[in-house]
Every structure is written in C-alpha cells, then in structure tokens.
C-alpha cells in the first residue's frame, strides 16, 4: 500500500514540476515581447520614470540638453519651445540632474517662469511639482531656492502688477492664480520638506529654510498710508496656508528648529517684528471698531454670493490668523521666546514677551463674532477668540513655556478683567461676548488645573505680600456665583448662559477639588448654589413635555431637553467634585445630594463611559473617599454600584469572561489573586471602610442557605462574606467552580479589612470568623495515628493560619510575628505550627517586646526595676524628667510656662525618648493637663459637672464591640505586663462611667443612619490606650478623661468625644463625619501634596485616599501599626504640643514610608500594603525635627480651623 502511494505521489510532484517549467518559459517570452515594444516606443508620459533610464540616456545626452537650453529661448516660436519642454519632461528626472548644464536649465526655467503664456509657466511648474515628487533632495534644493528666488525678484520687481491692500486681492484674475499657484507649490513643498531632509546633509535644509525666510521678509518701499500698501509675499503664503503649517512642521524637530531660531535672531527678525506688527494693528482695528463691520459683512457676501475676491480688511485678518499661529509656536520653544523683548516701527519703548501674552488676551473680548451665517466649521477654526485660546491651550500645555508667559500676575489680570467689569455692572469690553467668556474660561482651567498656576490663582504671585485685593480664585468664584445664583443681568435670557455658567464652574471645581483651594473658596458656599441650580434645573427637566409624534415641537423640545439634562449632569459632576476633599465631602453630604452624585458615577461606571478631562485618574479616588463615610457608603449601595461591583467580581471569579474563546481554556491561576480579579479585590478594599461595612452588614445575619444555585450570584456585601469568607457548610462550597481559588480570594479580603480593628470586632460579634476558621482547620487535620495527627498543609490552611494569628494578635512590629504566606524551598516548607484552638503557640509572641514592656514602667518612682541600669544613666534620666516636672510646677505667666513645659519635653523626645513611658508618662500627662484645665485661655469646651456612681451605671450595657474590644486590650496589656487579673471589669467599669458622661453632651437626632443610632459605633481605643498608660488604675483613667475632655485635643485623639455632640453644628452631627476626617485628614492631604508630592500622586494613581489610611490609624491609635512606646509617644505628643501634631506625625509616617509607597504604586497593591504592614522602623522621636518644621508652617492655619470646629454662639 505504501508503495502505490509513493509511486503516485512521485508521478504528481513531476507533472507539477514540468508545468511549472513550461509557465516559466512562456513567461519569459512574454517580457521579452514587451520590453522589445518598449525600446521602439515615444514615451508621452510625464509623471513616470519606473522605466530604467539606461534605455534612453543614449539619447538624452549633453548635446541635448543644450539644445533643449537653446529651444526654450523666449525668442524661438511657441511650439519649438512647447516641443522643447515636452521632451524636458518626457526625461527621467535623474538623467537631466546628471547633466552639466543642470544649473543653467535652473536659471533658465526660473527666467521662463515669467513667461506672458499661461499654458508654458504652467508646464514650468509641472515640471518643477514632478522634479519635487520623484526627485532626490539635492536636485528639489535647487529647484526650490530657484523658485523662491524668482518669487523675490517677482515681488521686488517694479514691473509686476502687485496689488495693493486696498484693491484686494481677484484670485480670479489670471495674474494673481499664476502667482498663487507658484506660491502654493512652494508652501506644498515646505510641508513635506521636514520628513525627509533630516537624511541629507544639513547645509541642504539651511539653504530651504534661508530662500523661505528671505522670501517672506521682502519689504516695498511702502507709502505712509496703509491702504495703498503693496501686499508683501507673506500675505499670499497667508493666503494658501493660513494656520502657518508650514512653519508647525519645520519648529517640530530639533534638527531644523536650531536653524530656524537661529536665522530669525542673526538675519529674519523682521518676519517676528512684522507678525506682532500685525497682531497690534488688528488689535487697534478690532479697539476703534473699524474690523467689526467691515470684517462681518465682507464674511457675509462672501458665504452669501460665493465670490472670489478678498477684500483688504479680509487680508489683513488673513494675515493675522497666520502671524498669530506663527507666533504661537515660536513661543513654545525657549530659544524663541528668548527673541523679546522686540522693537516695532512708530512705537515707543520694547515689546516684551508679557505684552505680547497680554495682547493676545484682549484680542479675546476685544476682537468681533464671527456672524451667525458663518458655518460652523469656519467659526470655530478662523473666528480670532478660538484662534487666541487654541494658542494659549498650546502654551499652557507646555509647562516651562507656560510658567514664563501664562503664570503672571498681569495676564492673569488681563484675563480677568472683563469679569471685573461685568460685577461692577458695566460692559466687559466693547465686544465681549458669551463666547469670549467661555474662551477665558477654557484658558482658566487651563492654568487652574496645573500646580504653579493654581497657586498664581490662589495666592497671587507674591504668596506674602500684605496687599489686600482679591486674587483671581476670589474673583472667579464670585463671578461663579453671581451666575449661578443669577445675580448678573447682563446676560439674561442667553441661550449660552448655561455654558457660561459651566465652563466658570469648571474653573472653579479645578481649586475646589484640592485642597488648599477649599480652604480659599470655602466662604463662598459654593456648594449650596451649585446644589440650589442643580435643584431647579433637575425640576426643569420633569416639567419637560412629552413630544407628539407628527407635531412640529418634537425637534425643539427633543433639543431643549437635551440641553436641559446635559446641564443637570455638569452640576452633579460639579458637586460630585466636591469630594475630592475631606472637608468637600462634608459640603456636599450638607447639600442633601450625595445620593444623585454616586448614581452620576456608577452611570458613567455602567456605561463604561471614560471621565470627563478634568479629572487625571478617573473616579477611582472619590468612590474611595465617597466610602469612608457612613452616608457614602449607603449611596453607593443604593446606587447599584457595589451590586455591580460585587457581580462582576464573580463573573470574573467564578465564571470567567463571557468573550474567551472556548479553544483557549483559561490558565490555572497562579497567584493567590488572579490577574483578572486583582481590580475587583482592590475596588472592594477600598470600598469596606469601617463606616460603610458598618451601615451595610450591622444586625444582618448571612444566608446560611442549605442549598445554592450554581447561578444565584452575590449582589451585596453580605453575600460576599457567606458565599467566600465563612464557608461552613458543604452546600458553600459545592457551590464554588473555583474552591480554593475563590475561598483565598475571601480570606484575603477578611485579612485586609480585620486590618481595622473596629471591622474585625464587629465581623467576630456577629458572625464569630475566629471560630469559623478554627473548625475549618481542625478539618483539616490528618490523622496519621491514635496519638500523633498533623495538619494538611495547602494554600488554604495557610492562608487560614496567617489570618487567625493576625485577628487574635495585638502588636507592632515588633510585637508579634506573623507567618508567611509562602512556603519555603526546603525539606520543611511550613515550619510555623498551626493551631485549631486557643492559645496560640509562643512562637508567634515576641520575647524582645515583653521584655521591653517591663522596661517602660522605669520611671523615677519604679524602685524595683528588673534592668541593671548605671548610677550615672539613672541620675541622668532622673534630672532630665525632674526638670521637666519641675515646670509643670512653676505657673506665673501661663503662655511662657505652656512654652517651656513644650520646649523640655520637645528636647527630652529629640534626646532620651524611652525616658516617656511608665509612671513618668502617668504623672507627666496628669499634671500638664490639669494645669491646663486650671486656665480658662486654654480650655476649649466648657465644663461639665458629672454626678454618676456606680451604681447609676451598673445596670448599663456596653455593645458588644466594646466587650470584644476589652477582652483584646486586656489581652494586649497582659502581654505587654501593664495589666493585672481584674482589669477586664475596671476597663468595663471605665468605658460604661464614659459613655455616662459623654452623654450628657450629646444632642438628640433623627437619622437613618446606624451608626448615629445610639452610642459610638466602634470600640473606645482612645480610652483603652489612656487605660494601660495608667497601668490598669481606673479612678486615675477616668479623672484623667474629665479633666482632659476640656481641651481642645480630646476632639481629636478621643474620638467617641464628638459622637453626636451639641458642640458641633447639626448638620455635621447629621452627615456623621467626624472632625478628625473632615479636618485633620484633609490638613494631612493638603500638607502631604505640599510637602510629598510624590506620595500624593502614588495615592491618586492608585484610585485611593490618604486620608481613609489615616483615619484608620488616628481612630485605632496605631494599634496593630506602631509599637507600645511609639503608641504612647503619639499621645503624648499630642497632648503636649497640640492637636495639629496628629497630622504632622501622619506625615512624618508618609516620609517615612515614601519609597515603599512609590514601589507598591508600581506592584498596584498600595491599598494592601498600607492596611496590612505595620510601620517597620518608624519611631516619633527620629522625626520630632521634622515636625517641627512642619509646625512653624502650617500651625496656624491648622490651630484655626480645627477651633472652628464647635458651634459658635451668634
């Protein structure tokens, strides 16, 4: 059988080869044939030369040419000459470039460029465009400088019929369409030159660019009065390439930018002079009036009755257009702007660069509309205010280019002043438009939107001058607001006043989305217009008829409803913004609109739609700081958002895309988090602060079906945790494609988000996790024998056992030891013990840290101290903490002691700071406060007489949160050997004696919200910390809280202080944000952008919020972050030196931790690695310099508003 196949198969492959073979013969024969016929052939055709030219040069040699030469002499016969050009062009270009007499063919060309017949001048000028397509730059070069040279002797001629500005210009006169063609194929080839002359020597380029610029500054002996001026060769190159293309594309390199600058400084600085020459007489036309009228209706009869014929108003604004864009682009470059200042004829003093900026700015409200019947198109591209601002949109674009021309007072102040005069009642400007409005409103937000040129609109160019008047933040937000709140009349009943008012909005949303621009527009109560505009417009669009199929309405009420819902979406857009900011989100849960906001994002989020340009890095950022707060956390579940996050977390977790092929199956997932579920997972982190997870999961109770559909998909948070997290039942997991690989996904979310403390008591009091994930590993045990079992080591076990060391486990750094997720390469890949009951095994515990707790209680009255201390050591830190307790005695002058109890304790942290701790912290921390407290000046809060006895509180509960929050503190103060056996009841004791006390300062409200349903929502770590600072004492504990609840600290570091106090304004109270979030975390954002900007921008890349991390670490006070004594440090810091030295420490960690945020910025896991890593190395004390810094700074104005805080009385 093999054999038959073979001989078949040999008997085919020869058929085929001989077919093959005779094809190819044939094929041959047949080139053969037509090459033959090519050889006897009259080429006609001008525009090839694929032919090779060895078949012609024959008889294409010198003698010819010279005949050619001497055939298109002017005085042989038409046709001799027309003959003669034929043939020229019948010739391969490369044939005529390898004659001799190739120069004198040039000049002769150039000379029979002025031949009276048309038809010969144009077949010149074919042949010169053929000579540009086919030939090398070499041969172009000279055909080029040729032209531009004979267009010089042209112009300069006095014979030649140049037309004056006055008569205009016919383009239908044979005369000037000879002329413009010459021009418009020099300009053609200007365009292109640039893409190629980079491969050929340069003095090639250096000759093209000197022909042009010596071309286009040709100057007449001109007369005195303008309109008889004769039009110079740039008004044509105007004519043909208005935008200056040409000189775009020549300034775009380095290779001939050089070149260019290079000449206009040495030998062509009259074209620049000429160009602002332009700009100025347009401008004093377009000032006089005279360009209006005469701009307007020759543009009219022109679209009107479509004739050919430019008036000289028409060249002159032609000729602006093209000097305008010139100039634009020259000012791009430094060596360009280093041009000016210039001289002008018949104007006194230089042209500076400023003036030019401030010249181009009045052209915007100065210059005339465009008329109405003008198309759109030509409107948008020609009309003097779109052609300034798309200039000025260039120059803001380029950073150093827009710091020497935009960033300045006097353009800013140009700028400005048609606003100026609006809100004084008069005319902005002779001309000044809606539309010219909306063009400095582009170019605000421009300058808005970049740091340098925020801070101009903020604080003006000298940030300390004394000087009174407004800065243009102050000025464009009451312009803002007058428009909103229509206090302008001028405009009235405009169909573009809505996009007036939006384009200053956006303006004004650039400064309000950060945050030192709030701290400036705040007084203006921006958001409370925006929200009343947005009320009313949303009204608007209910009342909206429905359209009448076949009425003649349907179009204009179609129309009229789309602008009406447009504009309702840019004011949600405007208010949404507001939460770009601690302090804004404040403002705009006050306006009531939180919830339409949310729905704005999550129906952009549904559509895929992409952001608007005002925002760098999409929404990423404002849904994490929108789910910090309890009211956030809501709207974002009423708006569907976390339904539709939560759904496409599982398609992609469970189900995979729905657009994979089914040939390619997906790979076996490698990382515990796939790639594709790596977005969801961090959406997810950022969204489960302790705030939202409390409105969400509190008094919920999970499923806990017996059976699950394979189709039933989580929709809520709930349903996360029974369907990934608590799987305790075989119908949980039969339920999972994906088991493992989903129940890790679950676990690391639990890890994540038990980072905060206050989660991980409410997760343990309602659903018991610890528990669930003991009995998960004691199903996991393998029974190898009756005495001896061990437990299966997979990636689920060890997962489970890292979470359970981290729920259960109080500690810093280097407090407590978690394992590893990762199993080691060696014969005992997870060495760490993994447990199924409590305790946990000692190795977790750090024996360095115990002993260290032993340490801190060395103090002065700590008489039997355990370490082996040097009398020299002892009588030193002795000295130190008497001279420090030595002026907590002496109180004279109150301000001067406050100074000098700051200044020791500052020199003693800086020095010895392990000297705080122990029964020196207790009696330093108890008498500075009550000699505070002592002095009215330095109280805050009023004071409070508090009666209860035990017995009034012995009956009351505490939630169960706080019993779990006991238990861990006693826990953690045991380890620490602060806590004896009987502190859980005096901790108890403590808590219920302050919820008592605290409710005597709060105020009755009615609220949706839970966590403004009764007592604070989480565990008091404020009080728990004082606690075992106080070794376990809880009359010392609670006397201290009195006392202490009078300063203006307390509202700060005890942050059940504030919970729905009548200290605060009611709307506050009601939005249930508290001040540490909408004060000293927006301080915290404000100085990290100021002073780390690096950190700041790791932030918003990454779609999170600095100040979610940190109110975090202030409500937990570092527990699980820092170590005991650095815990203590931080209290003790901020009771001594003041509330604003929280947000200095905050930003001493960000220094901290810079590079380690900039590299997990990079891994897209910096949400992951701020919750879960303690700070490795920081300490206070290393940083006390540093703040100090900060402090001389910034204190004031943070010492101001955090004061701001309480309700003043009227």
């Not at 935009?406 to 102040?413: A, C, G, K, R, S």
Request: hydrophobic residues 40%; proline residues 4%.
């Amino acid at each position: 059988m093999m054999h038959y196949l073979k001989n078949i198969m040999i008997a085919v492959v020869e058929s085929m080869i001989n077919k093959f073979e005779e094809d190819e013969t044939r094929n041959q024969e047949r080139q053969k044939k037509i090459q033959k016929e090519k050889s006897h052939s009259y080429r006609t055709d001008n525009c090839s030369d694929s032919d090779s030219s060895l078949n012609q040069s024959y008889k294409f040699c010198q003698g010819k040419l010279q005949l050619i030469l001497d055939q298109l002499d002017p005085g042989q016969p038409k046709e001799v000459r027309y003959e003669a050009l034929q043939t020229l062009c019948s010739a391969p270009p490369s044939d005529v470039l390898n004659c001799e007499n190739w120069t004198t063919l040039c000049e002769k060309l150039t000379v029979s460029l002025s031949d009276p017949d048309p038809v010969f001048s144009d077949r010149i000028l074919k042949f010169c465009a053929q000579t540009f397509l086919l030939s090398p730059l070499h041969m172009t070069k000279e055909i080029y400088t040729s032209l531009a040279k004979y267009l010089e002797s042209y112009f300069l001629s006095r014979e030649n019929h140049i037309p004056t500005l006055s008569a205009g210009v016919d383009i239908t006169n044979p005369n000037m369409t000879r002329l413009l063609k010459k021009v418009r194929l020099l300009n053609e080839y200007q365009k292109e030159a640039p893409s190629f002359w980079i491969r050929h020597p340069e003095k090639y380029m250096e000759e093209i660019v000197e022909s042009t610029l010596s071309l286009l500054t040709v100057k007449h002996n001109q007369s005195h009065v303008v309109s008889q001026k004769i039009l110079d060769p740039i008004y044509f190159f105007a004519l043909v390439d208005t935008k200056a293309v040409w000189f775009k594309k020549w300034m775009h390199a380095h290779y001939s930018r050089t070149t260019v600058l290079r000449l206009l400084e040495t030998k062509y600085k009259s074209l620049v002079t000429t160009a602002i020459q332009q700009c100025v007489q347009y401008f004093e036309m377009c000032k006089t009036r005279k360009a209006d009228e005469t701009l307007g209706h020759s543009k009219h009869c022109r679209n009107k009755q479509k004739t050919f014929y430019y008036l000289g108003q028409e060249l002159q604004y032609i000729y602006f257009i093209h000097s305008l864009c010139l100039l634009g682009r020259l000012l791009i470059y430094k060596q360009g702007r280093k041009l000016f200042p210039i001289k002008l004829k018949n104007k006194k003093g230089l042209v500076s660069l400023i003036d030019l900026l401030v010249l181009f700015t009045q052209l915007i409200y100065y210059s005339p509309s465009c008329p109405k019947m003008t198309s759109a198109a030509h409107s948008e591209n020609y009309s003097p205010a779109s052609m300034v601002t798309e200039v000025l949109w260039i120059l803001s674009d380029q950073k150093e280019c827009a710091v020497e021309c935009l960033y300045n007072n006097i353009v800013i102040e140009t700028l400005l002043q048609p606003i100026h005069n609006l809100m004084k009642g008069n005319e902005a400007s002779p001309n000044c438009s809606e539309t010219a409005l909306i063009h400095i409103a582009g170019i605000l937000a421009r300058i808005a939107s970049v740091e340098e040129g925020l801070i101009l609109l903020l604080y003006g160019a000298n940030m300390n001058s004394s000087e009174e008047s407004p800065t243009g933040a102050h000025i464009i937000a009451q312009f803002s607001k007058k428009l909103l709140d229509e206090d302008i009349s001028i405009f009235s009943g405009s169909e573009m006043l809505p996009v007036v008012k939006g384009a200053f909005i956006s303006v004004c949303r650039h400064i309000y989305s950060t945050c030192e621009g709030l701290q400036v527009l705040i007084t203006y109560n921006l958001h409370e217009s925006i929200a009343k505009a947005w009320k009313k417009t949303s009204l608007l669009s209910e009342r909206i008829p429905t359209p009448v199929e076949g009425s003649d309405s349907v179009s204009s009420v179609s129309q009229e409803s789309q602008n009406i819902m447009a504009w309702e979406d840019n004011l949600l857009d405007d208010l949404l913004h507001f939460a770009a900011t601690p302090k804004g989100l404040l403002l705009l849960q006050r306006t009531g609109a939180i919830n339409e906001c949310v729905t704005f994002i999550f129906n952009r989020y549904a559509k895929k739609l992409q952001v608007s340009r005002h925002k760098k890095f999409g929404y990423g950022v404002l849904v994490t700081r929108v789910a910090s707060t309890a009211a956030g956390g809501i709207a974002l579940k009423k708006s569907g958002f976390i339904n539709e996050l939560i759904t496409e977390l599982w398609s992609n977790l469970e189900y995979g895309r729905d657009d994979v092929r089914v040939t390619h199956p997906r790979t076996t997932p490698v990382d515990p988090i796939d790639r594709s579920c790596q977005k969801s997972f961090l959406a997810l982190v950022n969204l489960l602060s302790y705030p939202a997870i409390y409105e969400l999961v509190r008094n919920q109770d999970l499923p806990n079906k017996t059976e699950y559909s394979l189709r039933e998909v989580p929709t809520c948070v709930i349903d996360i945790i029974d369907r990934l997290i608590i799987l305790n039942s075989e119908a949980k997991i039969r339920s999972l494609f994906n088991y493992e690989q989903s129940h890790i996904f679950g676990l690391r979310l639990l890890s994540v988000i038990c980072c905060d403390l206050d989660t991980l008591l409410l997760l343990e009091a309602q659903y018991q996790v610890s528990e669930m994930l003991l009995n998960a590993q004691e199903e996991n045990i393998l029974e190898i024998s009756e005495s001896h079992r061990d437990f299966i080591i997979d990636g689920l076990s060890v997962e489970r056992n890292h979470v359970l060391v981290r729920i259960n486990l109080v500690g810093g750094p280097l407090e407590r030891i978690l394992p590893p997720r990762l199993l080691e390469k060696s014969d005992n890949p997870y060495p760490w013990p993994m447990f199924s009951s409590y305790p946990l095994p000692n190795c977790y515990l750090s024996d360095i840290t115990r002993n260290a707790g032993i340490k801190q209680e060395m103090g002065p009255k700590n008489k039997n101290t355990i370490f082996c201390v040097s009398g020299a050591m002892q009588r030193s830190v002795n000295n130190d903490l008497d001279k420090l307790l030595l002026c907590l005695k002496i109180s004279d002058k109150q301000t001067e002691w406050i100074e000098n109890c700051q200044r020791q304790f500052c020199k003693m942290m800086k020095a010895k700071p392990d000297i705080i701790s122990g029964e020196a912290l207790i009696e330093l921390l108890e008498k500075f406060v009550l000699h505070l407290t002592e002095s009215p000046s330095e109280c805050y809060f009023p004071s409070v007489e508090y009666t209860a006895t035990d017995a009034n509180v012995k009956n009351e509960s505490l939630s169960s949160v706080q019993q779990l929050g006991i238990k861990m503190t006693v826990r953690y103060g045991k380890f620490l050997s602060l806590l004896k056996d009987g502190a859980e009841n005096d901790l108890t004791w403590v808590l219920k004696h302050c919820e008592r006390f605290l409710k005597q300062q709060q105020t009755s409200i009615k609220s949706s919200l839970l966590c403004l349903q009764g007592n604070y929502a989480g565990h008091d770590w404020f009080v728990s910390s004082l606690f075992m600072i106080m070794l376990g004492d809880k009359e010392k504990t609670f006397q201290f809280l009195h006392q202490f609840s009078r300063l203006l600290t307390s509202a700060f570091l005890w942050l059940p202080r504030l919970h729905i106090s009548s200290y605060l304004p009611n709307d506050t109270v009601e939005s249930g944000i508290h001040p540490v979030y909408f004060c000293s975390t927006h301080y915290i954002e404000m100085l990290l952008k100021a002073e780390l900007p690096l950190v700041f921008s790791a932030f918003h890349m990454s779609g999170f919020a600095p100040s979610q991390i940190c109110l975090q670490w202030i409500t937990q006070c570092f527990w699980n972050y820092l170590d005991w004594i650095e815990i203590c440090h931080y209290i003790a810091t901020c009771v001594f030196l003041g509330p604003d030295y929280q947000v200095y420490i905050c930003i001493a960690v960000f220094k901290h931790l810079q590079q380690d945020i900039l590299q997990h910025t990079q891994t897209q896991d910096l949400q992951v690695f701020l919750k879960e890593e303690a700070l490795h190395g920081f300490r206070v004390s290393d940083y006390f310099e540093y703040m100090e810094i900060l402090e001389q700074n910034y204190r004031t104005v943070l010492l101001r508003d955090m004061r701001n805080i309480r309700l003043q009385s009227t």
